[in-house]
């Protein structure tokens, strides 16, 4: 089984939709992390968790909220669906530590907005 | 900011080829630098690491120097085969920030590998 799992893989969703991702992870890791990807933009962080308690705004925070239910589970929202979110979005998790910036990605989800 | 740039892509190549994708950084301090792939339909993964000036990465027949003099960290492999198309993404991580900037990865945008037989 995969150590990093997303929900659902793919998704088309209207403007205006509130839409939730999820991911979770078996890896035990303390931190986790979400992503965006668009062509020739690399990847962006929306959002990232040190543990349960400890939420951070990533460098694209707007129009996206998260909630980390637990330590193995993190999930993203957009309150309000538009379509310039639509793009490929990836869970990562990383242990505390000296291999902190190794980061292990989920298989991504696929979002468009019509 | 810190900040990544890779060369423009897509890079196509004959299987055998000689591989190299420049990347070069912008950062305060000294960072550490990662290249990740990713092999179609799947996340990211970590392909090999440098933390400090003059060290090399290595891994699956994958080389990068970490040069500060020039601030780069190019990737190189010697002879590519077809299971090495991919998106290949160079970052950095500063180990010296603090706070909430501790443990972030900055990435460039991104290179598409493809090999042909």
């Known amino acids: 089984d995969a150590d990093v799992t997303q929900t659902p893989r793919n998704r088309i969703t209207k403007t205006g939709k509130r839409i939730m991702l999820e991911c979770s992870q078996t890896?035990?890791?303390?931190?986790m992390y979400w992503y965006r990807q668009d062509p020739g933009l690399g990847l962006r962080l929306i959002y990232y968790s040190f543990d349960v308690k400890d939420i951070n705004k990533g460098e694209i925070s707007d129009g996206y909220s998260v909630s980390r239910q637990a330590q193995a589970k993190f999930s993203l929202s957009l309150e309000s669906a538009i379509p310039n979110q639509t793009a490929l979005y990836f869970c990562?998790?990383?242990?505390?530590?000296?291999?902190?910036?190794?980061?292990?990605f989920g298989p991504g989800t696929r979002l468009t907005v019509t | 900011g810190d900040s990544v740039t890779q060369m423009e892509g897509p890079v196509t190549l004959s299987e055998e080829a000689f591989l190299t994708i420049n990347c070069t950084y912008t950062a305060t301090g000294y960072p550490s630098l990662f290249w990740y792939v990713q092999y179609p339909g799947e996340g990211l993964q970590l392909l090999l690491k440098a933390t400090k000036a003059d060290d090399k990465g290595s891994n699956k027949g994958f080389e990068a120097t970490y040069r500060k003099e020039t601030t780069s960290f190019h990737l190189e492999k010697g002879s590519v085969q077809v299971s090495d198309s991919a998106v290949y993404f160079c970052?950095?991580?500063?180990?010296?920030?603090?706070?909430?900037?501790?443990?972030?990865?900055?990435f460039g945008q991104g290179t598409i590998l493809t090999v042909h037989p």
């Open positions: 970052a950095l991580s500063d180990p010296n920030a603090g706070g909430t900037s501790y443990g972030k990865l900055t």
């Open positions: 890896k035990g890791h303390d931190r």
């Open positions: 990562a998790t990383s242990a505390d530590g000296a291999s902190i910036y190794e980061q292990y």
